[in-house]
T-cell receptor, first 116, second 119 residues
Framework: AQTVTQSQPEMSVQEAETVTLSCTYD???????LFWYKQPPSRQMILVIR??????QNATENRFSVNFQKAAKSFSLKISDSQLGDAAMYFC?????????????FGGGTRVLVKP | DAMVIQNPRYQVTQFGKPVTLSCSQT?????MYWYQQKSSQAPKLLFH???????NEADTPDNFQSRRPNTSFCFLDIRSPGLGDAAMYLC??????????????????FGPGTRLTVL
């Protein structure tokens, strides 16, 4: 079974600075997808960024980018120019390309605090 | 806007009194999921529907049931809520590749959740 580990329960960042969240996963498969989801306090979970394992290029979405290291099974998220609205729980998630019904395996989450 | 809607947003029930949470979607996705999320924890998948096919997770208690009368709606029934069932319940949807439905490449779209309190 796949597992996803987020080793940082909480990270603090100064507004306008950069923070990097770590995520490692364990799988024997070669074809899969990785996601970062954001869950602000009392608000719904939204997709931040997605990476297909077969793509070597790291995904980028505006201020959010990933460092995908397939051999090391690492998938970190970098938030640049942090804003107060970035404060949230961030979950890393794995999905096998063969997963029935697109089921996700979540990491335990990292809480991001943004200091003004 | 296409979305996942959950009603009610807050639900209070009494210990042992059956409760139903609802989810609807306008994305025309063929997969719908129910998760339980406790404070500061990752969502825990309870079950999902792939079209009309119900898929239960092995560790989901029998106390939790689900119904999906049509593509748009899915319900979570808790037959006899205990204090340990107090949590946020998240509904999500997804489109399996090669099928119709709005949205990107197979990611799950989440509703705002229903916070359940058990007295």
């Amino acid at each position: 079974a796949q597992t996803v580990t987020q080793s940082q329960p909480e990270m603090s960042v100064q507004e306008a600075e950069t923070v990097t969240l770590s995520c490692t996963y364990d799988t024997s498969e070669s074809d899969y997808y990785l996601f970062w989801y954001k869950q602000p306090p009392s608000r719904q979970m939204i997709l931040v960024i997605r990476q297909e394992a077969y793509k070597q290029q790291n995904a980028t979405e505006n201020r959010f980018s990933v460092n995908f290291q397939k051999a090391a099974k690492s998938f970190s998220l970098k938030i640049s120019d942090s804003q107060l609205g970035d404060a949230a729980m961030y979950f890393c998630a794995y999905r096998s390309a063969r997963a029935a019904g697109n089921k996700l395996t979540f990491g335990g989450g990292t809480r991001v605090l943004v200091k003004p | 806007d296409a979305m996942v809607i959950q009603n009610p947003r807050y639900q209070v029930t009494q210990f042992g009194k059956p409760v139903t949470l609802s989810c609807s979607q306008t994305l025309n996705h063929n997969v719908m999921y129910w998760y339980q999320q406790k404070s500061s924890q990752a969502p825990k998948l309870l079950f999902h529907y792939y079209d009309k096919d119900f898929n239960n997770e092995a560790d989901t208690p029998d106390n939790f049931q689900s119904r999906r009368p049509n593509t748009s709606f899915c319900f979570l029934d808790i037959r006899s809520p205990g204090l340990g069932d107090a949590a946020m319940y998240l509904c999500a949807t997804s489109s399996v590749p090669g099928t119709s439905g709005m949205g990107g490449h197979n990611e799950q779209f989440f509703g705002p959740g229903t916070r359940l309190t058990v007295l």
